[in-house]
């Protein structure tokens, strides 16, 4: 039996890293004898770019603060 681990971010502002998560496992699934698991990588300072309150954090300046509202 053969274990593979996808590694991925999946807390970005689209489902673009969900779906390619998702649609990878499912191909990998496909092959007789694999188990399939998504690990899910977690970093604060990463969540935090991505969340809604750290759009509006103003120590890095008002234009990175522009940019990221309009990426959301």
Do not use: H, W
């Not at 770019?49 to 990221?68: E, M, N, P, Q, R």
């Amino acid at each position: 039996m053969k274990k593979i681990g996808i590694l991925t971010f999946q807390r970005a502002c689209n489902y673009g890293a969900f779906l390619q998560a998702f649609s990878l496992a499912e191909t990998l699934g496909d092959y007789p004898d694999t188990e399939i698991y998504i690990l899910d990588y977690r970093n604060a300072a990463l969540e935090k770019d991505y969340s809604i309150a750290g759009i509006f954090d103003l120590t890095k300046g008002v234009k990175v603060t522009f940019l990221k509202f309009l990426r959301l």
